[in-house]
């Protein structure tokens, strides 16, 4: 936190926020502390809890789907939130107010999570596979949809900028709001998954051998696809479309932690989080450049997650 | 299923609800520019030249197309040699500031159609008369185009390649216009399309106009030690650098533009912390928007110096789009805003 264009002494940063919390009573100087308090320590905690939130909520999806390529828009939920943030930015709601875009865009994730349930239940019973395939078409729709509002866009080049910058994952300006929209998603998705995370370890040897382990399935199936569809619209609300962390985060930490979901969820969320506060970071220094959280993210992401490939193949191959 | 339409049906309610649109977005301040706008309007709207004898036609034309590339924020510039057989009689403008120059300096009735944008009052300042006069296409209607059977359309630098290719094979007569930018490139763009149509005189007349109205409006300007410092900052939070129109507007009433001065090119976006420490004077920010509260209310900005003296001005989008004559319009514009108070 003490990286930016305005320089600020690495010491000065923890007694701003010591003093800050009301820990430490000496003098400090306003400007900086504005500056840290108000400016980086809300896009750190962004950064923090978006990675936590698509970390874990990578984690799920693969446990659920038993599909290693499972993330957390396998649902549609991030096509969903993209679509609600995009028409907020085009109808201008979100110059209105700082909250309409989060806003439309979580509206839009539950809407999307609502419709994929719908359509994948009969009769009450909801199938696995009809639940993925529900999603990748609501994804495709969903994805059609968003570039029909980007192409009306760029008549406004201003107005189409902003959707474009904000489909590449952007922490740039967030504030003590966004981090007030991102922690309840956060802290109860991670909390009602925990939960479950133990049932999701039963899950994944086969619906036969859970129910005779007595797990109710489909009560935790649901509730797990759920807090991961929660975490993932809030997080795309506030920092735009984050690819491969919540992809690649599971996979690194389920070899050095093992494949128990109860230290899994939480360790891919940490490793998630770290990774989105370096790419942040980076972004932050190269000035020069337009980069994008996303962007990093993805370039960063795509060539490690290839390497893990071709270097457990054949894990692949059992999963 | 019942269940989850109700919860639907619920959402999308509360959804409209909430998507209420902003109700006191971005209100421009009533100002009083140092130049008369009205009348400066209708000055740069139609320029007649001394009636000369008609120039030779065919014509050979030699000019130097210069063109911005993006990818490496930097100009591009080639000798070229055009060759008109006679003079163009139906012209389309694919352009606002070419059709902006061409309602001022050629004879209306030879002006057959106008792109979309012309109509567009939030990119043109002659949205009026266009919507008037018409007809009117969208930018990709190529057959639209060339159904209208134009002699000549002026494409610009940045039209679409497919636009311009589908002109070729239906052989229609297609002139591609370089960099607009800068009040001097406008300039240099109003001079050859005088060439290229045969209306010489009235493209000098309009070049000489604008000359004399800068004087005019920096004789007006009142004398500083220190040029104003003015940040345009848009809704992406990106500020406009060297080779923009803004830096041109900036450069003609006298004032500093912060992008430019820190080592912009085209665009950059920078984050508020960046603001606060480029600390700019003045910041402009684009109208139909709420982007000033936003500022105004942003804490790591209190304690920069326009937000402090409350110097966040709206400007309409037409205002920061100008790139012909009209430019002259936006300077005295802001000229008016960084230099006064509002009223």
């Known amino acids: 936190m003490s990286s930016g264009s305005w320089s600020i002494s690495v010491s000065h940063v923890p007694i701003i926020i010591l003093s800050k919390l009301g820990l430490y009573a000496g003098a400090i100087n306003d400007v900086e502390a504005t500056i840290v308090w108000d400016g980086r320590l809300p896009r750190f905690l962004v950064a923090l809890l978006v990675g936590f939130s698509l970390g874990g909520a990578g984690t799920i999806m693969q446990g659920i789907f038993k599909n290693p390529m499972a993330s957390p828009g396998v649902m549609g939920i991030d096509s969903g939130a993209a679509l609600g943030a995009v028409l907020a930015i085009y109808l201008g709601l979100a110059s209105g107010s700082l909250i309409a875009l989060p806003f439309a865009a979580i509206i839009f994730s539950i809407l999307t999570l609502v419709m994929v349930f719908a359509i994948a239940t009969s009769r009450g019973r909801t199938s696995i596979s009809t639940l993925l395939l529900a999603g990748i078409a609501l994804n495709l729709v969903l994805g059609a949809l968003t570039s029909f509002v980007i192409t009306l866009s760029t008549r406004e080049f201003d107005v189409g900028r902003v959707i474009v910058n904000w489909l590449m994952g952007d922490l740039n300006n967030r504030s003590w709001e966004h981090v007030n929209i991102v922690i309840p998603t956060t802290i109860i998705a991670l909390l009602g998954t925990l939960y479950f995370a133990k049932d999701l370890n039963v899950l994944m040897l086969g619906e036969e051998t859970a129910a005779n382990l007595g797990v109710n399935i489909k009560r935790a199936r649901n509730w797990l696809l759920l807090f991961s569809s929660i975490e993932t619209g809030g997080a795309i609300a506030v920092s735009g479309v984050i690819g491969f962390v919540g992809l690649v985060a599971p996979h690194i930490m389920r070899s050095l932690v093992g494949p128990d979901n109860r230290k899994l969820i939480f360790f891919s969320g940490l490793l998630a989080a770290v990774f989105i506060i370096y790419a942040d970071l980076f972004v932050r220094l190269i000035v020069a450049v337009d980069l994008k959280v996303g962007i990093v993210t993805s370039m960063l992401g795509g060539p490690f997650f290839l390497y893990l490939i071709v270097k457990h193949r054949k894990q692949f191959e059992y999963m | ?343």
């Not at chain 2, 100002?31 to 001394?50: Q, W, Y």
């Open chain 2, 1 to 343: 299923m019942r269940k989850y339409i109700i919860i639907t049906v619920c959402y999308i309610a509360y959804c409209l609800v909430a998507a209420t649109p902003p109700s006191a977005a971005g209100r421009v301040q009533k100002t009083v520019a140092p130049l008369d706008m009205e009348r400066l309007k209708n000055e740069l709207s139609f320029v007649r030249g001394k009636a000369k004898a008609e120039g030779p036609w065919p014509r050979e034309i030699r000019y130097t197309f210069k063109a911005y590339d993006y990818k490496s924020d930097a100009f591009r510039q080639e000798a070229k040699t055009l060759f008109i057989k006679k003079k163009p009689l139906r012209i389309i403008p694919h352009a606002v500031g070419v059709a902006e120059i061409l309602w001022s300096i050629c004879p209306r009735e030879r002006l057959v159609a106008f792109n979309e944008f012309a109509a567009d009052p939030d990119s043109s300042f002659i949205a009026d008369k266009v919507r008037e006069r018409g007809p009117i296409f969208k930018s990709k209607e190529t057959e639209l185009v060339i159904g209208y059977q134009p002699d000549l359309v002026f494409t610009v630098f940045y039209s679409s390649s497919d636009f311009k290719e589908k002109l070729k094979q239906a052989k229609i007569p297609s002139f591609d216009l370089g960099y607009f930018g800068t009040i001097e490139s406008i300039k240099e763009q109003i001079l050859l399309m005088g060439d290229i149509i045969g209306e010489e005189s009235n493209a000098l007349a309009l070049v000489k106009l604008i000359d004399k109205k800068i004087r005019e409006l920096k004789v007006k300007l009142p004398l500083r030690d220190h040029p104003v410092r003015v940040m345009y900052y848009d809704e992406g939070g990106y500020v406009p650098g060297t080779s923009s129109n803004f830096n041109s507007i900036c450069k003609i009433i006298g004032a500093v533009n912060v992008g430019a001065e820190q080592g912009i090119k085209s665009w950059s976006q920078i984050d508020y912390e960046t603001l606060l420490k480029w600390n700019p004077d003045v910041i402009i920010v684009p109208g139909r928007t709420k982007l000033k509260e936003q500022l105004m209310s942003n804490r790591v900005l209190s304690y920069s110096r326009a937000i402090k003296s409350g110097s966040v001005y709206y400007v309409p989008g037409v205002y920061l789009k100008a790139d012909s004559q009209y430019m002259l319009l936006s300077a005295d514009f802001i000229a008016d805003i960084i230099y006064r108070q509002p009223r």
